[in-house]
């Protein structure tokens, strides 16, 4: 039976329904003008985006503009009261959120330069709120960058069921009291540091960004599967002292923290104290131009999000990993230390849902020997496991990539014959089966021709 790590469920915006009187209309044109305002206005970007960036972007302008337009139809069945009270002169050019509380222009102010948010942690795509700064009022334009993205954070999130408020709320709150208490032993680790962290070869072959020079590094031991030199042996002792410190800290302070995930009983989370903007540039910086390459089928050109931990096998900690696959697009894993034995990875074949439980091929069975510093990128749905660590103990950075956009096309396809090998071969199946239909057709036709 095959487990799904599940860590965090995507952020849903809620869906409201149609509006029942065609009388109750007249607020929609407004709302449709700020889609194709905003539409327009990621036009000029989708050259520099994949299509599944751009797609997804849409989808959530799409989305966004629906709820706005149910709030005015909700607001235009109190429109007689409205209009019986007092008004204040409202400029004909805002539109006001729930509660009046918050507004957004309904034509942007073209010639405005949006802030680059892409260096903040925030709930939706930063190229969200660079498209939403060109509607916030003409005031706000010229404030600081941290006042508008609270003001924009705050007109987005509203579109959030609730539960996912208080989710996303509990989870900031719970790693910022981490952050608050926990003393880092080694600094210099929470920055990225390229020439520190990586060999030499996996520089230049990031720097020329060719296929030819990825694979001048990589091994392909397995479709899909490729092995590489990656990190310098004095970062990989750093990360684990730092881990071990961090370890140590949350024994001494009785700190109760979420392990990576629900599989593992070990190990930690690195984006919870501290590491997740050094993560999050090796994700953007030195795994996606490999993705966009390797995995372009499955949203290796869109990774926008990470999850990254550590976990740690052999004595006293977990001993092996069930078959499963990752909750993720493209998956990182290194090995940190030398002093165990065993632990091996094993693989059987990349599955979509459907397939995911579906016999193993013998072409698909392969094993990995992990080496320290080496590391193996393979597709989050390619199923597999780790065999017991018999002695030591063994310690791997593990970096989980995923990409919104190709989860949301996911979503209204029936068709992965491109990545899945189960689909791919039943679709082969039915072709070999039609092609001997028809051949047995024609030869009838033949035949009774020639009688």
């Known amino acids: ?118 260096d903040l942690q925030l709930e939706f795509n930063p190229l ?27 007109i987005l ?3 959030l069921p609730e539960s ?10 719970y790693r910022q009291k981490i952050m608050l208490n926990y003393p880092p032993l080694h600094r210099e680790i929470y920055s990225m540091d390229a020439e520190k962290f990586f060999t030499p ?50 024994h001494a302070t009785k700190f109760r923290i979420m392990r990576p995930n629900i599989m593992n009983q070990y190990g930690a989370v690195l984006d919870d104290f501290g590491l997740e903007a050094m993560l999050d540039r090796l994700m953007s910086d030195f795994i996606r131009p490999m993705s966009r390459v390797f995995y372009s089928e499955i949203g290796g050109s869109s990774l926008d999000s990470h999850h990254g931990f550590v976990v740690e096998y052999g004595i006293n900690r977990d001993v092996e990993l069930g078959f499963h696959v990752d909750d993720s697009e493209v998956s990182l894993n290194i090995c940190l230390g030398d002093k165990f034995s065993g632990g091996e990875l094993f693989f059987r074949g990349v599955r979509c849902d459907e397939h995911v439980n579906s016999d193993i091929q013998p072409v698909e069975n392969f094993d990995y020997y992990h080496v320290p510093g080496h590391a193996i990128l393979h597709p989050g749905r390619h199923r597999h496991g780790a065999r017991p660590t018999t002695s030591g103990n063994r310690i791997n950075l593990i970096l989980w990539c995923r990409s919104s956009a190709f989860r949301e096309l ?21 072709e070999r089966l039609l092609v001997m239909a028809t051949q047995q057709e024609l030869m009838k036709r033949e035949m009774q021709s020639a009688s």
């Not at 969200?128 to 705050?154: A, C, D, G, T």
């Not at 996912?164 to 709150?173: A, F, L, T, V, Y």
């Open 128 to 154: 969200v709120f660079s498209s939403l700064e060109q509607y916030l009022p003409p005031h706000m334009l010229n404030l600081s960058r941290e006042v508008k993205v609270q003001y924009m954070r705050n």
């Open 1 to 118: 039976m095959f487990c799904y790590n599940v860590i965090e469920k995507p952020l849903e915006l809620r869906n409201p329904p149609k509006p029942e009187r065609h009388d109750e209309l007249k607020g929609s044109e407004h709302i449709t003008a700020l889609t194709l305002s905003l539409t327009l206005t990621l036009k000029p970007l989708q050259r520099l985006l994949s299509i599944h960036t751009t797609i997804t972007l849409f989808s959530f302008l799409l989305s966004f503009s629906s709820s706005l337009l149910n709030t005015v139809m909700s607001q235009n069945k109190n429109v007689s009261l409205e209009r019986s009270a007092p008004q204040q002169p409202r400029p004909s050019n805002v539109y006001v959120g729930v509660g009046g509380s918050d507004s957004l222009c309904i034509s942007p102010k073209r010639d405005h330069k949006s802030e680059n948010y892409e």
């Open 164 to 173: 996912e408020r208080i989710r996303i709320q509990k989870h900031k709150e």
């Open 201 to 250: 070869s996996f520089l230049r072959a990031i720097k020329e960004n060719t296929e030819e020079s990825f694979r001048s590094i990589m091994a392909e031991p397995c479709k899909g599967i490729y092995t590489f030199e990656m990190l310098q042996p004095r970062f990989c002792e750093m990360l684990v002292s730092e881990v071990d410190h961090f370890e140590r800290w949350v």
């Open 410 to 430: 996911k979503k209204y396809r029936r068709d992965f014959s491109s990545w899945c090998e189960e689909c791919k071969r039943k679709k082969k199946e039915k």
């Open 157 to 159: 999130l509203r579109y």
